[in-house]
């Protein structure tokens, strides 16, 4: 069984209490209700002074398989630290429902000490001030963080201080179907590796030329893909270092790469070499599983169900690489998933100490490798990896280590730590709008442009919100 960051939490990227809201709330975020600073670890011997059982309440966004293996990871904390801990964890809905419900704890002062949320939720929870930076614990612990993956934790870093932990993370790759490139006189074992070899490839194997399948490529109209296209070429996505440096004022998907992935895609599909599925992420998916389409980019949290519709469809499935827009480009992608915070406002010592052992304890190669093989995600930890377990999986899964050699191949820029900017959300929505205007015929250009422009006043009104 294999998960996504997306399947059934995908987002529709919309902020209910819209941005106006958004900025009332931020500003009414202050201090530590119990006395101390939201920002800093409590004394290490905080847990030892407490009397009876800590409870530490945690909120995630897991359901089905996911949370099956995460109770069990819960239940194994839980056991071990019979006495003096006990998380109870709750099912706070989808990604955006958890968020949308973690904005209105903040105003009801009733957060929880743990909770997941999703990698472009990060600059709100930064500019929330509720919770305590992992980095404040590990420098505290002297904790030698070595083991954690650093194109992981890259993302969820600022001047290198580490502010979530990274807990379930996904990459893209580009899937294709080995058969059908061998019946369109194709090398299956030299993908393409660029946009230029994808439309190559897509004019022998799409029926319009000939070909053996429906069309020769197809992906969802999905921001995440988009981003990806930005990162593995090396530019930012939005200004300031990616929102790195400062406080980002706009994104940049009407420039360069950007447009030259969109300018290509719209081409694609007016010349019958790609499909257009639009939004729907599972359409695409079917239509890959099914044959329809001979290459397609996805999260690695579909290798499963792909490798499952390959055996009963009788053929045989590829993995490699996400595409760089360009030859010659070196950039890689960016992870996707979601991170654990622990919230410091409003609650005691005990219990953001006894949230710490948690979030370590999920941390662990022993965790991450449960995790990993229970769910699909992709390990944080390197030491997972060499987990009998992990090993065992790998072996059965093989392709799963093309992710895991892209994620070691690829260096950490702020081009592939991700845009942090407290509307990603509405962000990602606007560049779906300008590529769907763009494949149903609009100019690339013109409705990047569109798109990007739409989103200035939001980015202002946030940014002023947090100032």
Known sequence: MFSSSRGTNRLRYAVPAGVASLSLLLAACGGDSSGGEASGAPAAGALDKASGVTTVSFWHAMDGKNAEVLTKLVSDFNAAHQGKIEVKA???GKYDDAITKYKAAIQ??????????????TQFM????QTVPMQSFIDRDKLDVGDLQPNITGYY????KLNSMPFNTSMPVMYYNKTLFKKAGLDPEKPPTNLDEIRTAAEKLSKKKGGPADYGFGAAIYGWLLEQFIATSGSEYCDQGNGRDGKATKVQFDQGAAIDVVTWWQKMVKDGLAANTGRDTKAAQA??????????LESTGQLGGYSEAAKQGGWELGAANYPHVKAGETGGPIIGGASLWINGVGHKDANKEAAWQFVKFLS????????HTGTGY???????????????????NPLFDVAVKQLEGTELTKATQGCLLGVMPQARKASEDGIEAALNGGDPQQSMTKAAQGLEAQIKSYNDSVK
């Open 90 to 92: 709750t099912y706070a």
């Open 108 to 121: 009801s002062k009733s957060t929880p000490d743990v909770i997941q949320i999703y990698d472009i939720g």
């Open 126 to 129: 930064i500019d929330a001030k």
């Open 157 to 160: 870093s600022i001047d290198k």
């Open 287 to 296: 239509a890959f599983k099914s044959g329809q389409l001979a290459i397609n």
């Open 364 to 371: 662990e190669p022993k965790s991450q490798a449960t995790w």
């Open 378 to 396: 992709f390990p944080n930890s390197k030491g997972a990896l060499n987990e009998p377990v992990d090993v065992e999986y790998r072996k059965n």
